[in-house]
């Protein structure tokens, strides 16, 4: 059974700046995808760029931003258990409690966004617990069974096929509400499928496994306080870069083939290594690195107000029954309007800790999670 160390457990701000480049990151290729609308209609304002710009955009981003945003909300989980035990305390129930609360923001974003991951990030949250008691070596254990794609592995040995009929029927039914619906309409077929289409899409995508192994292995780095410039850390995460640039080279010259369902997740996995070892391998080494990464500490501290923004402010964009965008911009324009939108949340980010020192979607989430607590604070 796993036992605090006793060791302090300082803020990490190269955490919040890998936090606010997956926040950064999602808003960019939610903007690619016109906030999942995939229309037939003719595209009115398109250029020759738009499927290079898809398709870097979708190699660098597709996955391995919600898969950081994963990783750090398992660092995150950690911080706060290990914080309650060194009290003597019991994070358990609080945790559950806090999930619960996640969820329900979750409920309000799927009404705008069907895209939503607060939900299943509640669910997946929930599994932490149990797994949390789990010494380090068995915790390995399972981060290497999950990483492997069991459920895909599973499928390619026995031939074994998972049917989507579902899952494309209730894409075609949100998708025809984002284009033609008004906004109630919207809101009610985004909450009656919202939860089922990203569950069936985890499914299909292969984050099904993928996901809950990145929620663990981000429990298990701050376990093993990789995040810190402590011991050989910084020598670690240059190995991890050099291993896992390596394998992305390599592999982007493979044709997966009919492997492609079970290798491309592997593949997404690696590439976010390598995000992640180079950014954490840079802010350590370089000050130059940190003095730029700074601004998006700021944005990443305001990750969970600035996700349920994006999502209000996207799909009045490119929804029908806001700007509909969705037939007017082609991808390039399109991901010119969310840089746009992640400079305005950014400037919105830097007003509001002039005065304050949580976000206010943070600062709710805090207070709820503690309620009824004699003292939130070091929390």
């Known amino acids: 059974m796993y036992r605090t160390r006793f060791l302090p457990n300082t803020r990490i701000d190269v ?211 990789l995040f810190y410039n402590e011991g050989r850390n910084l020598h670690i995460w240059h190995i991890i870069l050099c291993v896992s640039a390596t394998h992305v080279i390599a592999l982007g010259f493979v044709d997966f083939g009919g492997l492609e369902g079970w290798l491309k997740p592997i593949y997404n996995f690696i590439i976010l290594l390598m995000i992640v070892s180079a950014v954490v391998s840079s802010w350590y080494a370089f000050e130059s690195v940190r003095n730029v990464l700074h601004h998006l500490c700021i944005f990443g501290r305001m990750s969970l107000t600035n996700y349920l923004m994006q999502s209000v402010i996207g799909c009045f964009i490119f929804c029908g029954y806001g700007l509909a965008c969705y037939y007017k911009l082609g991808i390039t324009y399109a991901v010119l309007v969310g840089l746009s939108m992640v400079i305005f949340q950014y400037c919105f980010a830097r007003y509001w800790f002039c005065s304050h020192p949580r976000g206010p979607l943070e600062g709710i989430w805090r207070k709820l999670t503690w309620i009824n607590h004699g003292n939130t604070q070091n929390i």
């Open 15 to 225: 955490a919040d700046a890998l936090r606010g480049i997956a926040v950064a990151g999602i808003i960019l290729y939610h903007s690619v995808e016109h906030f999942n609308i995939f229309t037939k209609e003719t595209i009115i304002h398109a250029l020759p760029s738009d499927q290079t710009v898809a398709d870097v955009l979708a190699w660098l981003l597709s996955g391995k931003m919600y898969g950081i945003f994963a990783m750090l909300f398992g660092l995150s989980f950690f911080i706060m258990n290990d914080n309650q035990q060194q009290k003597g305390k019991c994070f358990s129930g609080r945790f559950a409690w806090r999930m619960c609360l996640l969820f329900m923001f979750g409920i309000i974003n799927v009404a705008f966004y069907d895209g939503d991951i607060l939900m299943l990030y509640a669910c997946y949250g929930l599994l932490l617990i149990p797994i949390s008691y789990l010494p380090s070596r068995a915790v390995w254990c399972i981060i290497i069974l999950l990483a492997i794609q069991p459920v895909e592995l599973f499928c390619l040995l026995t031939g074994f096929e998972i049917d989507h009929t579902r899952f494309y029927e209730i894409s075609g039914i949100i998708n025809s509400a984002h284009e033609h619906g008004t906004f109630w309409e919207n809101t009610l077929t985004n909450l009656r499928y919202g939860f089922e289409v990203n569950f069936r899409y985890n499914v299909f995508s292969g984050r099904l496994t993928q996901l809950l192994c990145l929620f663990i292995l981000g429990m298990q780095l701050g376990r093993q306080r």
